[in-house]
């Protein structure tokens, strides 16, 4: 939890702010869903574009 944190106040992976405004009830069930992150993963590739793989990916390492 603290290190997406960091990733949304730091910016390290050059995450867009935008993105956090277009889908925050999709950022609740990212939270929810933390065991399934992979699959969230996956599913965020395929519904936002490669705009958000990268970011989505940095959650992950």
Known sequence: MSRHGVN???????FQPQNLIKIPHKLILFFLLKKYIL???????FLLGAGMTIPVTCFTT
Do not use: A, K, R
């Open 8 to 14: 949304y106040s730091g910016n390290p992976c050059g």
């Open 39 to 45: 699959i969230t993963v996956y599913l965020y590739g």
